[in-house]
């Protein structure tokens, strides 16, 4: 029986398992480290840090919650029950029972759910420029998007294609003003706005896309960055989320159930208003330490 099990690797998740081991309690965190800040190809607002990888940054929380003696497990959470005061965590191997659990999960890239998407997954279509970016030295890259992560992307792909179209579906861009300049500044990327990606098309490879403008594309791939639906599925009938699948929680991170805290981007309600790396963390901090109220 632990006293706590945190659900989630991501930085809020690894926040609380820092605290937790601080403050002394029996911890087990399950999930792959990493959340969305792995995609992140460079963090420059978190202190500290000038700039860095946000693969960097998550191993660096990673090797000191493991440091605290904090158990990591990579594996699958299917449910979690309550039995009595305490709690069952299903995963995919076994079952783990908790006193408390702090709801740290990460959230699933979405899709543009059109013609082609599918086929061309992996074959040009693409969700994580820091992952694929490289592959895309001397081509022609397209990115679909318009706030942080699909700006970021487009400059992360400039370092390495030889031009990248930036497809919006607004007349404006929506990153931070900072990220906006660089891009109007940077001489290989196009932003078309006002356009949605209509199909994805290809032989082996993507080599084109059609917009719903009446244009075509020529290009060698396409990452999609539309943002993300939290992974909560599961949790429905366990804690209260709203219309969109977020948790409800209040500014302790606490659920409606007693025991149950929630933190990081797939929370709503609480004090996190801009899901960044920094607040995702500040709010693991605060489940940890409403984990421990709870248990003393």
Same mark, same amino acid.
């Given at each position: ?10 930085? #809020? ?26 995609? #992140? ?23 000191? /919650? ?7 497990? *990579? ?25 408390? /659990?702090?709801?740290?999960? *990460? ?7 059109? =013609? ?5 997954? *992996? ?9 694929? #970016? =490289? ?11 318009? #706030? ?5 992307? +487009?400059?992360?792909? +400039? ?17 931070? =003003? ?6 109007? !500044? @940077? ?8 356009? @949605?990606?209509?199909?994805?098309? $290809?032989? !082996?490879?993507? @080599? !084109? ?11 060698? $791939? ?7 639906? =939290? ?12 219309? @969109? ?8 991170? !606490? ?28 709010? $693991? ?12």
């Amino acid at each position: 029986m632990r006293d706590l099990i945190i659900v989630g690797g991501g930085a #809020a998740g690894l926040a609380a398992g820092i605290y937790a081991a601080r403050y002394k309690l029996h911890t087990l965190l399950i999930s792959k480290p990493g959340g969305a800040a792995l995609d #992140a190809p460079w963090v420059e607002n978190y202190p500290g840090f000038d700039s860095i990888s946000g693969m960097e940054l998550i191993s660096k929380f990673e090797k000191q /919650v493991k440091d605290l003696g904090v158990e990591v497990i *990579g594996e699958e959470v299917k449910s979690i029950t309550k039995k009595g005061d305490e709690f069952v965590i299903t995963t995919n191997k076994k079952d783990y029972e908790s006193k408390t /659990v702090i709801l740290a999960l *990460g959230r699933e890239k979405n899709k543009l759910d059109v =013609p082609g998407e599918a086929d061309y997954a *992996g074959k040009g279509v693409s969700y994580c420029a820091t992952c694929d #970016a =490289p592959l895309f030295s001397g081509k022609i890259a397209g990115v679909v998007g318009g #706030a942080n992560s699909a700006a970021k992307s +487009a400059l992360l792909l +400039a370092e390495h294609a030889k031009g990248v179209y930036i497809i919006y579906r607004r007349d404006k861009l929506r990153a931070e =003003p900072i990220i906006t300049e660089k891009i109007e !500044k @940077n001489l290989k990327i196009e932003v078309i706005y006002k356009a @949605n990606v209509k199909e994805i098309k $290809g032989e !082996k490879m993507v @080599n !084109k896309v059609v917009l719903d403008n009446g244009k075509e594309l020529e290009l060698d $791939g396409l990452f999609v960055e539309i943002g993300s639906t =939290p992974s909560t599925g599961f949790l429905k009938g366990l804690v209260d989320l709203n219309e @969109n699948g977020y948790i409800k929680v209040d500014c302790e991170q !606490k659920t409606n159930i007693k025991g149950v805290f929630a933190a990081g981007d797939v929370t709503v309600g609480g004090c996190n208003r801009i899901r960044q790396i920094i607040t995702s963390a500040a709010e $693991g901090v605060l489940a940890a330490t409403a984990a421990y109220e709870y248990l003393r």
